[in-house]
């Protein structure tokens, strides 16, 4: 059933070397593009990689992580103008998508694919993973997957058969991200109670103690989501909408 699939959900970082058919992949994808879509644009496109050495390329974009050369398949799913604009050319038609909103709309709607394709491929028993080091090194990842302007990665999944079963990963209480009606801002004690079900379980105590910090939050602001790491990558990403034509005015 779908409940049971996204109830007990996992991210799969370890695959067998078991081949994911063209006819499976095909389906998966097929199932994706029905996804909800912005004015039925279809402003995205996904790039498949199966090639050993094209995977070895993209590996350094993604931090040497491990499921990038090991997994059987790679998908980058990307915002993408430049077929629509060139519809829009050959019809007579003037596009201006050439702005921040255009490229927001087609990273939307590259990233409802995405979730899609992930769903489908777990109702299949094939393990996923996103890859979030999409955005930061996405000036490299146009350069080897040769994309044109009006074309930007936005996310990445690996894909394959599961060779490992790990543990459910924490999320916060619903509780702690639904608002009635409108926004109600946290006190204090309402974050105490969002987030201490997350800082009691024994892995967030490792994670403090592993890097010498006092509290969990100060793993992310000081260790994994640092904000100088925030600026840089900021910057390079900025500079990446520009080249690929999404900040003209």
Not at 179 to 187: I, K, P, Q, R
Request: charged share 25%; with cysteine.
């Amino acid at each position: 059933m779908i409940s049971d699939i996204l109830l007990n959900r996992k991210t799969i970082r370890k695959y067998s070397s078991k081949h994911v058919e063209d006819k499976l992949l095909n389906e998966l994808l097929t199932m994706g593009c029905r996804s909800s879509t912005t004015g039925n644009m279809q402003v995205y496109s996904i790039i498949i990689t199966r090639d050993e050495e094209k995977k070895k390329e993209l590996a350094p974009c993604h931090f040497n992580q491990k499921m990038v050369t090991e997994a059987p398949v790679v998908l980058t799913f990307c915002a993408d103008f430049n077929r629509f604009n060139k519809w829009c050319r050959a019809r007579n038609a003037e596009p201006g998508y050439n702005n921040f909103l255009s490229f927001f709309t087609a990273a939307i709607d590259a990233l409802l694919v995405a979730q899609t394709v992930c769903i489908a491929a777990e109702s299949k028993g094939i393990g996923i993973c996103y890859l979030g080091t999409t955005t930061y090194m996405a000036h490299k990842i146009i350069e080897i997957l040769k994309l044109p302007k009006g074309v930007v990665p936005v996310t990445t999944l690996t894909i394959g058969w599961p060779a490992e079963n790990p543990e459910q990963v924490d999320r916060l209480p619903l509780k702690a991200v639904i608002h009635n009606e409108a926004y109600h801002d946290y006190s204090s004690e309402e974050i105490e109670l969002c987030y201490r079900e997350k800082e009691e379980r024994s892995d967030s105590k490792q994670f403090i103690k592993e890097n010498n910090k006092e509290t969990l939050a100060q793993v992310f602001t000081d260790v994994r989501y640092k904000k100088e790491d925030n600026i840089h990558f900021s910057k390079i990403l900025l500079q990446v909408l520009k080249d690929q034509g999404f900040m003209n005015q």
